[in-house]
Structures are given as structure tokens and as C-alpha cells.
């Protein structure tokens, strides 16, 4: 069988009673684990890698990764180490300095957990860029955090052609492309750098990740990490996704994201655990055999991907052949239907885990600490959080009334989110942090979601705001107006779709269809545009003009379920 004995004595060894737990609770106790604290501060770089390398962790693999051909390398923290310390040197030569942002567009290979590693060993703010952007959000998104340094490769340079001077292109790629384009070039630049680097204490309020998350209105808002948030990355990979020291751990979220960069690069590396990375692009028959081959005993992902795998049929009655002990997904709730398909096919219980990039993960069903997790819940707050549910005025609600979602910040040790970057809106009232979800608390202390309180739209796992879709969409010429809506989908949860008023002298097509959606991949990115456009006479507005989208959505509702 998969699952030892061995590995399922050691896992229950460590499992805790959930409400013992959160009685003893310690900020404290977490900070023990890690050689920095909140008051005298942290540096990223030494809590994932280098206090590993430097300690009886030095021969462990960080990193095991294989590329789309299916070639595998490995990287130990010692190696790490050192190749960290050379790309700081060299990020360090080009004048970055503490709290620059230096981004990067690269597949998930060694080079990218390099850069990371050193941007931190200097002081400065890794800023990730998805792989499917189009130019319009990359652009925004350097123009906004004054990044200095971007890092590519040849497959995506054409993308940056208009970035602004002010950021320097480095080019993982050949000498010849990089003179084309009048990029540093990386190998040259890397190859004579000293591996020596000390990497200095910032305070823990300083930021060490700068992301965007999208929003219903205007462009995707900042969200710069701190320091701070270190000791909560540390809690949910070892309390919720209850990963071990001896796991082979593969998070298959992309680290262009925030669940991928929190939950596969910072926390797993911070725990001193090695961490797998996948470069070929999903596909059922390719994760079966990578859980196969790496012998992968915790496994994180995207509802989608479970649903995509159940569908394939490829993974049916493979449990006695995989090494899986624990599964988490994060994104949105999975159904029953799923949640057995996983257990009986894989051969574990996966664990619904709700978080935002703004906060980390703050509910979730606990893998090492036990309570009552139903399939559908949410679970219960995460060890540091203390959540509450409100009513339209602002009051706390009881048990069984739906409300928005809060944390209580004065009661939330690891909160760690500061309010948006340039102060795009302001999300808090009070004491509380307004998370925008609906949900609602059942008798056994489990929250339950409800919903969104706004037009965000979570596709595949990823969370896009209308705004951006529709005016992308208005900046084709034979559009007059535009709203998008969610449609339930049964594979990604939900997909775009828009909803298109013409102009005069336009007729709909097939092919208007595509150009439309070719716009939107081209200026925003490869999963935000819009999977389905119906173009209408008119759209439905309220007296004062603005869209009623939730009469859109109920149309888009229905649709889908006279079509299942």
C-alpha cells in the first residue's frame, strides 16, 4: 500500500485536539521556531534557506524540479545557498538595494527560486509576474511598485517591449537575444559573481512580497507582505496543510500567484521541507505519473485541478500505487461528489483551506489539528485569528445568521496586512477587517461560504474583477457596452462571460466573438478573458445607470443549470 504504516504513525503522533490547541496558543511558541521574531525583526532569506544550509539541513533537498521534457533536478539548501548568494551579489552589482521591487516572468524552474532567495538576501521585495499576463498588466503593475529589475526569459521578453527605462530586463537566454533586445544578459553577469553574502535583520513591518489582487472597480490593488507574516505562513503549512519534515511536498498552485509564492516557495522552505516543482503544463496523465515518480506524501492545490483530474478518469483506482497521505485544496469549496472521488482515488482526505491574498489562509479544516470538518466547510480559524461574522450595520451576528466574513484585528496576532499598498481602498472598519465574503457559522463552529458581497468573479481558482474585463472588452471598436458576470462551470468553478452591446453599424459573428476575446488575453492575460459573449440589445441598468449585474448572473445561472 501507498500510505505506510510508518508515515501514518508519525502523522498521528503529531495530530492535536483543535480547541486544546487554540486555548495554549503562543505567538511565542511559533517565533521559537525561527531565528528572527516580531520585535527584532526578520529576513526572509534565512528563515526558508539559510539557517537550513548552515545547520544540519544542509544536504536536504529545497528543491526538487522537473522540466516539460521530464528531466528532474535537484537542489539542496547548501546549493541554495550558494546560488542565492551569487544572484545577490549580482542583483546588489545593479544597484538593488532594501526595499526595491525586483519582479520576475519565468517558468517554475531553479532560476526562479534563486532570484527569490536573493532578492531577499538583499532586503528588497520579490514582485511575482503571472506567466499569462498580457502587456497592459505587466505594465501597470511595474509602472505602479517603481520595479528597477525584471527577469525573464526569451519566451516572454516580447512581452516587455514597452517597459519604461526606469526598469532595467534581465534575459535567462542567449547572449545573441539579449544584445537584440539590450538586456543585461544573465549567464554572463551571474557566472564570475562571489557566492558570499550576509544577509541583513529588516524589521518585521517591512514588506518582503509586493502582490496586486484584483478588484470590482479600477485597476488590481497592492499588497505588500511583511516580514510579519512569516510566523502565519509557518502555522497554516504545519497546522493545516500539517506537513511534515520527511514530506515530499508538491503545491501545484503557480507561484506567479499568491498561494503558489506563499504556500510552495516561503512556507514549506520555511519549515525546512523540500518543495516540488512541475514546469510541464497540467494535464491528468502528467500528474498522475509526477506523484508516481517524486513519491509526492502532501499535496496542495486548486479545486479545479481536483475536478479536472476526477473528469479525466486517469487517476480512477490509483490509490494503492501513490504515497499520499494529506491533501488541501484552496480557492473555493469542493463538493462532496469531489471530496469522495479524492478519497477513494487517491487515497486521503483533502481539506478545504479559505484565505485571500491580502491575509493568508485564516479558515481552514485542520490536518493536524482535530475538529469537525464536513465536507463544504471552511473549517475553523486558523491558531492567531479570531473571526467574526456582520450584519449590514456592522454588528456581530450569532450562529446561524449569514453575514460578511471579518477578522478582529485587536484579537488576531497574526494578522499581518497593513491596507493596500498605495491606499486604493480602505478596507477595515474598526477594529475589523472586511474580508467582502458572505458566510455563515454553523452550531459546531464551522463557517460555511456564502458568497461574495461584490462582482469578484474566481475562475480556475483565480479572482478577477469585472471592471478589468469589461473595459478591456469596451476597447474593442464595435463595442458600446459591456458587463461581465461568473457562469457556473463544472470543471473551473466558474468562467467569464460577457455580455456585449453593438455599436451601430456592427454585426455580431464567430469571429467578432474571437477578436474580442483575443483583445482581452493580449492586454490582461490568459485567464481573465471571456470564455463566452452574448451579444444583447441592451443591458439591464438601474435608474440611475448603473449595471445590474446580479441579473446578469441569475440569466448566466440558469443557463448553466439548464445545460447540466
Request: overall charge negative; proline content about 4%; some cysteine.
Amino acid at each position: 500500500m501507498a500510505n505506510s504504516t510508518q508515515a501514518s504513525n508519525s502523522t498521528q503522533a503529531t495530530v492535536k485536539d483543535y480547541v486544546a490547541f487554540m486555548a495554549s496558543f503562543q505567538m511565542s511558541d511559533i517565533e521559537a521556531e525561527l531565528d528572527g521574531s516580531l520585535a527584532g525583526g526578520f529576513n526572509a532569506y534565512t528563515e526558508c534557506c539559510g539557517r537550513h544550509a548552515l545547520g544540519d539541513k544542509a544536504d536536504q533537498p529545497a528543491l526538487v524540479h522537473e522540466d516539460a521534457k521530464g528531466k528532474v533536478a535537484t537542489y539542496t539548501f547548501a546549493q541554495m545557498h550558494e546560488l542565492s548568494g551569487k544572484m545577490a551579489n549580482l542583483l546588489k552589482s545593479q544597484g538593488v538595494k532594501q526595499g526595491d521591487r525586483v519582479a520576475a516572468m519565468l517558468p517554475r524552474n531553479a532560476e526562479l527560486l534563486v532570484l527569490i532567495l536573493a532578492t531577499w538576501r538583499v532586503g528588497a521585495v520579490y514582485q511575482p509576474l503571472f506567466t499569462a499576463f498580457g502587456y497592459e498588466a505587466i505594465d501597470y503593475r511595474l509602472t505602479q511598485a517603481k520595479t528597477v529589475l525584471v527577469v525573464t526569459d526569451e519566451e516572454n521578453r516580447a512581452k516587455f517591449k514597452s517597459v519604461k527605462d526606469s526598469t532595467k530586463v534581465m534575459l535567462m537566454g542567449s547572449e545573441a537575444a539579449a544584445k537584440k533586445w539590450g538586456d543585461l544578459h544573465y549567464a554572463s553577469e551571474f557566472e564570475n559573481q562571489n557566492s558570499d553574502y550576509q544577509a541583513e535583520v529588516l524589521d518585521s513591518d517591512q514588506p518582503f512580497l509586493q502582490m496586486f489582487t484584483s478588484g470590482t472597480v479600477g485597476k488590481p490593488k497592492g499588497v505588500a507582505v511583511p516580514l510579519r507574516a512569516l510566523p502565519g505562513f509557518y502555522i497554516y503549512i504545519r497546522y493545516a496543510v500539517g506537513l511534515n519534515g520527511d514530506d515530499k511536498f508538491w503545491n501545484m498552485a503557480d507561484p506567479g500567484w499568491a498561494y503558489g509564492l506563499y504556500y510552495a516557495i516561503t512556507a514549506p522552505l520555511l519549515l525546512g521541507c523540500t518543495t516540488h516543482f512541475n514546469e510541464a503544463n497540467f494535464s491528468a496523465e502528467n500528474t498522475l505519473a509526477f506523484l508516481k515518480r517524486h513519491k509526492i506524501t502532501n499535496l496542495a492545490s486548486a479545486p479545479t485541478a481536483y475536478r479536472m483530474l476526477k473528469s479525466s478518469g486517469e487517476l480512477d483506482g490509483k490509490a494503492d500505487t501513490l504515497f499520499l497521505r494529506m491533501a488541501s485544496s484552496a480557492g473555493e469549496s469542493l463538493n462532496t461528489e469531489v471530496v469522495n472521488w479524492v478519497t477513494e482515488n487517491l487515497g486521503c482526505r483533502v481539506m478545504d483551506h479559505y484565505g485571500q491574498t491580502e491575509t493568508g489562509m485564516t479558515c481552514c479544516c485542520h490536518h493536524r489539528l482535530t475538529h469537525n470538518a464536513p465536507v463544504g466547510s471552511m473549517g475553523r480559524p486558523m491558531p492567531g485569528y479570531r473571526l467574526a461574522i456582520l450584519d449590514a450595520e456592522y454588528n456581530e451576528v450569532e450562529q446561524g445568521q449569514t453575514g460578511q466574513l471579518v477578522i478582529d484585528m485587536d484579537a488576531s496576532p497574526t494578522f499581518f496586512f497593513a491596507g493596500y499598498t498605495w491606499q486604493e481602498k480602505k478596507p477595515y472598519y474598526g477594529k475589523y477587517y472586511l474580508t467582502g465574503d458572505m458566510v455563515v457559522q454553523h452550531k459546531d463552529g464551522t463557517y460555511w461560504f456564502d458568497g461574495r458581497d461584490d462582482d469578484i468573479i474566481t475562475t480556475a481558482g483565480y479572482k478577477v474583477g469585472p471592471t478589468d474585463v469589461e473595459n478591456t472588452v469596451l476597447e474593442h471598436p464595435a463595442v458600446a457596452e459591456s458587463a461581465a458576470v461568473g457562469k457556473p462551470d463544472e470543471l473551473r468553478g466558474f468562467i467569464i462571460k460577457a455580455f456585449v452591446v453593438l455599436r451601430d453599424g456592427y454585426e455580431a459573428s464567430d469571429q467578432l466573438v474571437k477578436d474580442i476575446q483575443g483583445l482581452v488575453r493580449e492586454r490582461m492575460s490568459g485567464h481573465a478573458y471571456p470564455r463566452e459573449i452574448e451579444f444583447v440589445d441592451e443591458l439591464p441598468k438601474t435608474p440611475s445607470g448603473k449595471i445590474q449585474r446580479f441579473m446578469l448572473r441569475k440569466q448566466a445561472e440558469d443557463e448553466a443549470n439548464t445545460n447540466a
